[in-house]
């Protein structure tokens, strides 16, 4: 779940989360320095995420992985 959002954040801006493992996966993307956005928590404990772009490190993260899908042998 942590990559694809990383990816849909590079693609879509702003991103907004409102399932619990997409708010989950943004807290570590956002924890680790991979994604800009917010947390909030609304009445009643209704949480949701917006994320705003990918930091530098978030851009670096995803163009690495591209380049190994890339290297990885394809099955024939």
Known sequence: MKYRLLEAAA????????LPEEICAFENLHRDGLVAGTLRT??????NAV???LTPDGHALLALRKCRRERLPRAH
Do not use: F, S
Request: proline share 6%; no cysteine; charged share 20%.
């Open 51 to 53: 994320i705003y772009g």
């Open 11 to 18: 693609d879509a801006q702003p991103l907004h989360l409102h």
């Open 42 to 47: 609304l009445e009643g404990a209704v949480r």
